[in-house]
């Protein structure tokens, strides 16, 4: 009893001393925040460094965006210009020949007439101009097949309807035999490369009787 009323005492005498339990209890709040305070500050710390990046990497993304703009424009720019060298060199290919194909047309048209006024019997000729001549038909006919393996083609609408794309009218025949605005008469051929005119066909086309006779009056 002596032992208790002395403890009794003590506690008495020093009333703001922590008990034992009380000692544990406040060492361990105390531990148990001091790592929730480093995580806030840790977490803040990423806050500021995120920002602090997005801030530097905004002027870099807009320099890679301007780079990856030029170079998408840089590589259409390309593609195009290949698609118009890729064009002109397949037309130059096709229409290269228009300009020495329209100088040639008059020698062969002249070709062709001297052609026309050989005769077909040639028993009674002189064996030189026999053979001359047979030569100048083959020379004909070796040229029209070179035309046509270049693509050009002769244009000889006799009975054909009139076409203003390819024939040019040089004179109008009345007769009611044919309907009006065909090609009656063939007064020269005309030649096409591929699909480009070189020279028109001159024709004469026909119109009605009754009409050149009211047109007279």
Known sequence: MSQIAEENAKQQANPEEPQPEAEAET????????????????QTDEQTADHTAEEAGGPVLAERDSLKDQLL???????????????EIASSKKYGAVGLARDLLASF?????????????????????????????????EITTTLERHGITVIAPQDEKFDYNLHQAMFEVPTDEVEAGMVVTLVQKGYQLHDRLLRPAMVGVSKPAGQAKSEDK
Request: hydrophobic share 30%.
């Open 109 to 141: 048209d002249n070709l062709e007439k001297a052609v026309e006024l050989i005769p077909e019997d040639k028993s009674g000729l002189d064996e030189t101009i026999k053979n001359i001549l047979i030569g100048v038909e083959m020379t004909a006919r």
């Open 73 to 87: 424009r840089l590589m259409a720019e390309t593609e195009n210009l290949r698609k118009r060298t890729d064009k």
């Open 27 to 42: 060492q361990a709040h105390t531990e148990n925040s001091q790592p929730q305070s480093d995580n806030a500050a840790d």
